[in-house]
């Protein structure tokens, strides 16, 4: 009996002895398990985060605007501080946005890619700011355009910082021309337009060159300007707005005869002309003859009802 109680507690104390190994094992087991669960999740995540970039890229490479926004919209679902998502969407939205009809969507394109690049830019690389800065400058540009409020001035401060860090564009100078003559800063106006004569010169380019030495009262440098466009622009549109602000350069210095040549060279094209009738009613009106002026600007309101000079005229004439 005695022997059979001292086997028991030998057996026991082997027991004893052996149950902590278990619980170690097992522990060591559970948690292997659950590592290896994680690091799963972790390699999943990241290849198919990898995936989802690489199908980024070649989207962006096909010029596949709306495809590059789903996918970087799906990443940053996921991850929203994504660097290359968030500016590979505002990409994509800016694109996407210049490319509506319909304002208010253009607008709203153009929102989210102003949202994304601004955030992906706080922590975009040094190298990839300049771009992202360009990129920015141009959003705030269309925004002007088509916008009620004014964002000139953010369109100037962040095509400025791009050309500073040395970004190159060819489209910067025209787009910054552009800016400072909407903001009323005619002489840099003038001076980034000449900067872009430089790299690619258009008749329309020369017509807002024209336009700003006017606003600046250098009508003399605005005429050199307006000749070379009349005199061998093939687009018919840009010729009558010149032969419009020549006509009115004319009539400010109180050459009639010219302008009303100017005008009616306008007419003999196009009879449909709300400017040269509006034109040549300021060019009777300072002869002194408001009955053939008004006749004027009454043309000019049948064909354009809402002409602002014409309205003007017509109500301080009553």
Not at 35 to 61: C, E, G, M, P
Request: glycine share 4%; aromatic share 12%.
């Amino acid at each position: 009996m005695k022997h059979k109680i001292a086997d028991d507690i030998n057996i026991f104390k082997r027991k004893s002895r052996l149950l902590p190994n278990l619980i170690i094992i097992f522990c060591t087991g559970v948690a292997v398990v659950i590592a290896s669960f994680f690091l799963y999740r972790i390699i999943d995540a990241k290849i198919n985060s990898q995936s989802s970039v690489y199908t980024l890229y070649k989207k962006w490479s096909r010029y596949d605007y709306t495809g590059v926004y789903e996918t970087s919209k799906n990443i940053l679902a996921k991850h929203p501080f994504n660097n290359t998502a968030l500016t590979y969407h505002g990409y994509a939205a800016f694109y996407l946005g210049v490319s509506q009809l319909d304002t208010s969507t253009a607008q709203d394109y153009l929102d989210e890619a102003v949202n994304n690049m601004r955030i992906s830019l706080i922590t975009a690389k040094k190298s990839l700011k300049p771009q992202l800065e360009y990129m920015l400058g141009k959003a705030y540009f269309y925004k002007n355009t088509i916008s009620s409020y004014y964002y000139a001035d953010l369109a100037v401060k962040y095509l400025q910082m791009a050309k500073h860090d040395g970004y190159k564009a060819d489209d910067i100078p025209e787009y910054l021309g552009l800016s400072y003559a909407a903001l009323d800063m005619t002489m840099d106006s003038i001076a980034s337009f000449t900067e872009a004569l430089l790299v690619r010169e258009s008749d329309t380019l020369l017509l807002s060159i024209a336009e700003q030495y006017y606003k600046a009262g250098q009508n003399k440098a605005a005429e050199q300007y307006l000749f070379r466009i009349i005199s061998s622009s093939s687009d018919d549109n840009l010729i009558v707005k010149s032969r419009v602000l020549l006509g009115t350069i004319y009539t400010d210095k109180g050459k009639y005869t010219e302008a009303e040549t100017e005008f009616m060279s306008i007419l003999e094209k196009n009879r449909n002309s709300a400017d040269a009738y509006y034109g040549l009613g300021v060019i009777y009106e300072k002869q002194g003859d408001l009955v053939r002026a008004r006749a004027e600007w009454r043309k000019a309101l049948r064909i354009q009802v809402n002409h602002p000079g014409a309205l003007k005229k017509m109500s301080d004439y009553k």
